[in-house]
């Protein structure tokens, strides 16, 4: 039940975009956006809810496609403090309502 | 405002022994998570509470993983007879009700080390 993440880990030059990938092969209700740097707590980024919307937040946005269960965070003209663990996580609702899983998480890291 | 506390942050177990871990929400966020962090991996689900009442514990690896929520504030997670694989990052969240989902709080962790 574990959402899977792509890639795993990636390496960018300041001021470059990524897209990071989270794939779930149980229908969703919500995928959450966290940011974990070394050695610290998870920071939550932003929520989607199911209806396909994308939010922002400053050059970080995400979207949602609740059709391929999928959800894709992208982040445009990264700075050095996007450096950290980027993880999905996601809730089903229903019966599975109370249980939150994180994704298998990506890496990510910004170079001068 | 205050986040979400944890304590002790380290702790350092022989195996065998009994801890205790604990969690002070967020004033007035009814819910609250447990997770379990191994080394490079992400958080895994434990157990959840909505106010005092457990909801689901199915993420608990064995019944010496016991949690309590007494007065539905400050939250204990007790292993008992600890064995090396629970070696991990405990983190607690708390949450609050967007009307639509929840925004998950940290706290810093308890890294528990079972020598």
């Known amino acids: 039940q574990q959402p899977v993440q792509s890639p795993q880990a990636v390496i960018l030059r300041e001021g470059e975009d990524a897209v990071i990938n989270c794939s779930s092969s149980?229908?969703?209700?919500?995928v959450h956006w966290y940011r974990q740097k070394h050695g610290e707590a998870p920071v939550f980024l932003m929520i989607l809810l199911k209806g396909g919307e994308q939010k922002g937040h400053e050059k970080i946005s995400a979207s949602f496609n609740e059709k391929k269960q999928q959800s894709s965070l992208y982040l445009t003209a990264s700075q050095l403090s996007y450096s950290g663990t980027y993880f999905c996580?996601?809730?089903?609702?229903?019966?599975?309502?109370?249980?939150?899983?994180f994704g298998t998480g990506t890496s990510l890291t910004v170079i001068p | 405002g205050a986040g979400v506390s944890q304590s002790p942050r380290y702790k350092v177990a022989k195996r065998g022994q009994d801890v205790a871990l604990r969690c002070d929400p967020i004033?007035?966020?009814?819910?609250l998570f447990w997770y379990q962090q191994a080394l490079g991996q992400g958080p895994e689900f434990l157990t959840y509470f909505q106010n005092e009442a457990q909801l689901d514990k199915s993420g608990l690896p064995s019944d010496r993983f016991f949690a309590e929520r007494p007065e539905g504030s400050v939250s204990t997670l007790k292993i008992q007879r600890t064995q090396q694989e629970d070696s991990a990052v405990y983190l607690c969240a708390s949450s609050v009700w967007t009307g639509a989902s929840y925004e998950q709080y940290f706290g810093p962790g308890t890294r528990l080390t079972v020598t």
């Open positions: 149980k229908a969703l209700y919500s």
């Open positions: 004033s007035g966020h009814v819910s």
């Open positions: 996580g996601t809730e089903f609702g229903g019966k599975e309502g109370n249980q939150f899983y």
